[in-house]
């Protein structure tokens, strides 16, 4: 199997990953580059955006727009497949926004043709055999999947984390649908973020609850796709008795998780309280209306508003009574001006006065190594970070880590062949198999890209097995064939 990365090696957001088996291609997302970061411009990718697509395939992990955004400009003929709840949720987004954007209007149009897969239950494509895995991510209906083709298993884990509502359940899904692979394609966003909160969704939501209780009229601005989160807002208000205030923007993704949720349905999160349902805003004349009974139900019961950056909001905002309380709940960057990502609508519309609370929609890197003991690869390929370096000095005590650029790949072979080479490198008393290859030059691609131990004394061998015996055809240290390559 050929694993192919052509963007997402030294950036976050519009990874493309793609695995090639006897002449089929399986591609990973195809997502737009995030605003203010690094940008590589189009891709021209053989079977993807280019030539023969009729043994291709595109798996999408979830809506958000640096994972999704591009599937536009993709041929009409070429299958994507994604989860049908993150589907429909991108439908009422792109519906939303289709008046005022044309790429929103092509995307409503392309969905028609994607088809949905479900959680757990492996499906074929060619020689691949995919299976998806829901994980747990500020995208609802976010997957990861376990990939196999030529006798390769790889486990590419899209964007995900251990902290929020559902991660409980990883350890026993990994057990029961992936078990060891030899290969994790690996998202490594916070690995440049130490700091980035990584506290768990349900002590947020206990944090929120505590101060809507103290504050009777409560702004949140927070993701309207972050259904996790917008339940869990929700859920805290009416526990200390205040209304629950959307537009039909957000009750439409709520009600979209409510009713077609199966894969959760035993949970209270993803349910309304029929006796305190949310209260949705009405619209008329150009504004949100705000009457004097609004007002003075407002007034007598507090509420916890979902608000979004716009004029709209804004000026409802400015409408309702009551001594406000603001609260930022998405990644801080929007709101500074130092960061490439800054949005002067949101930094204006939140203020300077609020309080921060939230945590990521990513995972921290001690919850990273606990997954790899629990799939046990050969290597680690990063991918969806910023500094592939520093995610390799992290890990690679412990695992080889095998660091791309864009466009570079690796050619693992079935290991059940007797007539194969394998690579292995050794740091000390630890001695790790890096994959099985066809040829010298295989090995010595995928060995030129290692990062293992942390000493420059790291050594490699490459090993031929031929009629059930072995024999080493190269060796020396790693940092000479580093040099070579």
């Given at each position: 199997m050929k694993i192919i990365i052509h963007r997402g090696t030294h950036q976050i957001g519009g990874c493309v990953t793609e695995y090639e088996y006897d002449d089929w291609r399986l591609f990973v997302d195809y997502g737009e580059e995030l605003p203010g970061g690094p940008k590589s411009g189009e891709l021209e990718v053989e079977g993807l955006t280019k030539g023969d697509t009729s043994k291709s395939a595109l798996l999408i992990t979830h809506?958000?727009?640096?994972?999704?955004?591009?599937?536009?400009?993709?041929?009409?003929?070429?299958?994507?497949?994604?989860?049908g709840v993150g589907r429909e949720i991108q439908k009422i987004l792109s519906n939303r926004l289709k008046?005022?954007?044309?790429?929103?209007?092509?995307?409503?149009?392309?969905?028609?043709?994607?088809?949905?897969?479900?959680?757990?239950?492996?499906?074929?494509?060619?020689?691949?055999?995919?299976?998806?895995?829901?994980?747990?991510?500020?995208?609802?209906?976010?997957?990861?999947?376990?990939i196999e083709g030529g006798g390769v298993t790889v486990f590419h884990t899209g964007d995900f984390r251990t902290h929020g509502f559902r991660s409980k359940k990883l350890p026993e899904v990994i057990k029961k649908y992936v078990?060891?692979?030899?290969?994790?394609?690996?998202?490594?966003?916070?690995?440049?973020?130490?700091?980035?909160?990584?506290?768990?969704?349900?002590?947020?939501?206990?944090?929120?609850?505590?101060?809507?209780?103290?504050?009777?009229?409560?702004?949140?601005?927070?993701?309207?796709?972050?259904?996790?989160?917008?339940f869990a807002l929700y859920h805290a208000a009416i526990a200390v008795g205040r209304k629950f205030i959307v537009d039909n923007y957000q009750m439409s993704i709520m009600e979209e998780v409510v009713k077609r949720d199966t894969m959760w349905g035993k949970s209270r999160l993803y349910k309304f309280n029929e006796d305190n349902m949310p209260m949705v805003l009405q619209f008329e004349n150009g504004e949100f209306r705000a009457n004097n009974k609004f007002k003075w139900l407002l007034d007598q019961t507090g509420y916890v508003l979902i608000a979004r950056a716009n004029p709209l909001f804004d000026d409802f905002i400015e409408r309702i009574l009551g001594e406000?309380?603001?609260?930022?709940?998405?990644?801080?960057?929007?709101?500074?001006?130092?960061?490439?990502?800054?949005?002067e609508t949101m930094a204006a519309s939140v203020g300077k006065n609020y309080l921060y609370m939230h945590t990521s929609g990513h995972c921290d890197m001690d919850s990273l190594n606990e997954l790899f003991q629990m799939l046990h690869p050969r290597a680690i390929i990063p991918i969806h970070t910023?500094?592939?370096?520093?995610?390799?000095?992290?890990?690679?005590?412990?695992?080889?880590?095998?660091?791309?650029?864009?466009?570079?790949?690796?050619?693992?072979?079935?290991?059940?062949?007797?007539?194969?080479?394998?690579?292995?490198?050794?740091?000390?008393?630890?001695?790790?198999?890096?994959?099985?290859?066809?040829?010298?030059?295989d090995a010595r691609i995928a060995l030129a890209h290692t990062v293992f131990g942390t000493t420059n004394k790291t050594r490699y061998e490459i090993i031929e097995e031929e009629d059930m015996a072995s024999n080493t055809r190269e060796e020396g240290l790693l940092s000479s064939l580093k040099a070579t390559e």
């Open positions: 809506y958000h727009g640096d994972h999704i955004g591009s599937i536009t400009k993709l041929p009409k003929e070429l299958p994507i497949y994604m989860g008046s005022v954007s044309t790429a929103h209007k092509d995307m409503l149009a392309r969905l028609d043709d994607v088809q949905s897969f479900e959680a757990g239950k492996s499906f074929a494509f060619g020689p691949f055999k995919i299976t998806p895995i829901v994980i747990d991510h500020s995208a609802f209906d976010a997957y990861a999947f376990r078990g060891e692979v030899n290969y994790v394609i690996c998202e490594g966003t916070n690995v440049s973020r130490p700091t980035a909160a990584s506290l768990p969704e349900y002590e947020l939501q206990k944090q929120f609850k505590k101060t809507f209780a103290k504050n009777k009229s409560n702004i949140v601005y927070v993701s309207s796709t972050n259904v996790d989160r917008l406000k309380k603001k609260y930022l709940s998405m990644w801080k960057g929007y709101v500074d001006p130092k960061n490439e990502a800054y949005n910023d500094n592939p370096d520093t995610f390799a000095k992290l890990f690679c005590k412990e695992w080889p880590v095998i660091v791309l650029n864009d466009g570079d790949s690796i050619s693992p072979f079935d290991d059940r062949y007797v007539d194969s080479e394998y690579a292995m490198v050794a740091s000390g008393r630890k001695k790790k198999c890096i994959g099985y290859f066809k040829c010298d030059n």
